[in-house]
């Protein structure tokens, strides 16, 4: 592929957005129009975007290639591959009455509405801490908690959204979250060697994590009993709910320590497979015909199904990864990663770490709300950005990662997750499909994770410059001057375009 120059159309730059765009307009004809919540449909206005966009390239070789280069992507295949693994374990817990037996729970604590949004929500951010992951916890607490909701008089859609949030707040906090080990190892000393460490910036980070999932926790609780007040519903029937289905808490249990001692999400999750599979059946919640087995010509069983179910999603995946491809290879991302490093408010450390708030939300809502891989391109402007203003790098990390886990992860109509939402609330008995629009709005993590370090960035709180040594120091006046040209000299880098996949 010739990559001298960027990926050029007929219309000009507006033809790297004619994919994009048709897949907008399919989600919200097929979402908000008609409320047609299917994945399959969405996927099939991506592809007919990429279709499109094709005539419009003057290489029309060189376009479906940089569609094969944003599909042949490490990211984009963890994430197929993470949707492959992770679906029969889903599936599993789905039909091993888990969730019932967190109804008999419920109903012998008497939790209801609110109260239990708030644990569940809770819950998760505990499940997400430990795995790393968001998509392994929206994978395995959506078949626990959310059929359950309707049991025990929980607002559907703000069920969701506490589901969604606590898998986020791991995801942006945990020690071995790929987005906080990455966030941290792109943003470099100037005054030393090395990187940012994790459990400084881990430690820096909490304070506005830990805010913003407390504030969550008291909307969830006060704003779900106002949605399904407690004594509307009184206390939970559990007649006809076994408390058996609990057992299949061992396995998940598994899998979290697991990963947290391992740190491999793989491993972790055939743990909880293997695990899941030999509990249930010592429990007689599933025979050998449940794990796979063929029926009046048809295959059946979890295994089955937890692929199958996981085929439209990733579909979605090559949709919007294909998408990437093309906006990548026409330089939109170092167009407007230029754009930001060269104005002069950049210079300041409250204008660098706007500069940075900003190029960062940009930048994962073009990735489809996916934090990692939009951290990844952006993090060298961040890192130059930051360093011309002498923030540490432990804050440009921090404001890196408050805006890819924060609101940019939620846009309607961009957002993977919101899709995802969509596609593991659907087919729930007594319990309605969730629209990928409205959960954005009660997704109150990611909301008030961006919303702090906005009050941050505007009044300082927080805010560390780098030290001689590299430790971080409250007051610009506090850092030691440097040699002539010092931080020049180690900071003298050319901007490098972000990597074509």
């Known amino acids: 592929m010739n990559t001298n120059k960027p990926l050029q159309f007929r219309v000009g730059t507006f033809g790297a957005?004619?994919?994009?765009?048709?897949?907008?307009?399919?989600?919200?004809?097929?979402?908000?129009?008609?409320?047609?919540?299917?994945?399959?449909?969405?996927?099939?206005?991506?592809?007919?975007?990429?279709?499109?966009?094709?005539?419009?390239?003057?290489e029309y070789t060189r376009f479906w290639d940089s569609v094969i280069a944003g599909l042949a992507n490490t990211i984009a295949m963890t994430v197929v591959m993470i949707l492959f693994v992770v679906g029969p374990l889903s599936s599993l817990l789905e039909s091993t009455g888990v969730s019932e037996g967190f109804v008999w729970l419920a109903a012998e604590l008497n939790v209801t509405g609110g109260l239990f949004i708030a644990i569940v929500?809770?819950?998760?951010?505990?499940?997400?801490?430990?795995?790393?992951?968001?998509?392994?916890?929206?994978?395995?607490?959506?078949?626990?908690?959310?059929?359950?909701?309707?049991?025990?008089?929980?607002?559907?859609?703000?069920?969701?959204?506490?589901?969604?949030?606590?898998?986020?707040?791991?995801?942006?906090?945990?020690?071995?979250?790929?987005?906080?080990?990455?966030?941290?190892?792109?943003?470099?000393?100037?005054?030393?060697?090395?990187?940012?460490?994790?459990?400084?910036?881990?430690?820096?980070?909490?304070?506005?994590?830990?805010?913003?999932?407390?504030?969550?926790?008291?909307?969830?609780?006060v704003l779900g009993n106002i949605a399904a007040p407690p004594a509307a519903g009184g206390s939970v029937d559990a007649s006809g709910y076994s408390p058996l289905g609990l057992v299949m808490l061992l396995p998940v249990v598994a899998l979290i320590v697991v990963a947290f001692w391992k740190r491999n999400l793989y491993l972790a999750i055939t743990v909880g497979v293997v695990s899941g599979t030999v509990v249930a059946l010592i429990a007689g919640l599933?025979?050998?015909?449940?794990?796979?087995?063929?029926?009046?010509?048809?295959?059946?069983g979890f295994l089955f199904d937890g692929v199958n179910g996981m085929l439209p999603l990733i579909g979605l995946s090559i949709a919007v990864f294909g998408m990437i491809g093309i906006v990548r290879e026409a330089g939109i991302f170092e167009i407007i990663?230029?754009?930001?490093?060269?104005?002069?408010?950049?210079?300041?450390?409250?204008?660098?770490?706007?500069?940075?708030?900003?190029?960062?939300?940009?930048?994962?809502?073009?990735?489809?709300?996916?934090?990692?891989?939009?951290?990844?391109?952006?993090?060298?402007?961040?890192?130059?950005?930051?360093?011309?203003?002498?923030?540490?790098?432990?804050?440009?990390?921090?404001?890196?990662?408050?805006?890819?886990?924060?609101?940019?992860?939620?846009?309607p109509s961009f957002s993977a997750f919101l899709f995802i939402i969509n596609q593991l609330t659907t087919g729930v008995e007594g319990m309605p499909v969730i629209s990928p629009i409205t959960v954005a709005f009660v997704s109150f993590y990611p909301i008030l994770f961006s919303a702090v370090m906005i009050f941050s960035i505007i009044t300082g709180w927080g805010r560390r410059f780098e030290s001689a040594d590299g430790a971080p120091v409250k007051r610009f006046e506090d850092i030691v001057p440097e040699a002539p040209n010092e931080l020049a000299d180690s900071t003298e880098t050319e901007l490098a375009p972000a990597p074509r996949g």
């Open 121 to 221: 929500f809770l819950a998760c951010c505990a499940m997400s801490m430990a795995t790393g992951t968001s998509l392994g916890t929206l994978f395995t607490a959506f078949p626990i908690f959310y059929p359950a909701g309707a049991s025990v008089g929980a607002d559907a859609l703000l069920l969701a959204g506490a589901i969604f949030s606590g898998a986020m707040f791991g995801d942006s906090l945990a020690p071995i979250s790929d987005t906080t080990i990455v966030s941290a190892s792109t943003q470099r000393y100037r005054r030393r060697k090395g990187s940012a460490e994790v459990a400084g910036v881990v430690g820096t980070r909490a304070k506005y994590a830990l805010t913003a999932a407390g504030i969550s926790a008291i909307l969830f609780l």
């Open 337 to 411: 990663i230029n754009a930001l490093s060269r104005r002069p408010w950049t210079q300041s450390p409250r204008g660098a770490e706007t500069a940075i708030a900003v190029g960062q939300t940009i930048t994962t809502t073009m990735f489809a709300g996916v934090v990692g891989p939009s951290i990844v391109p952006f993090s060298a402007i961040a890192d130059e950005i930051g360093a011309r203003a002498k923030l540490h790098p432990y804050r440009r990390a921090n404001v890196m990662e408050a805006f890819a886990a924060g609101i940019a992860c939620i846009v």
């Open 17 to 58: 957005f004619i994919a994009p765009i048709i897949f907008i307009a399919g989600a919200v004809v097929y979402f908000v129009v008609f409320k047609a919540f299917d994945t399959t449909a969405l996927t099939t206005a991506g592809i007919v975007g990429i279709i499109v966009a094709g005539v419009f390239a003057k």
């Open 286 to 300: 599933i025979t050998p015909k449940d794990i796979m087995f063929v029926a009046d010509g048809a295959p059946t």
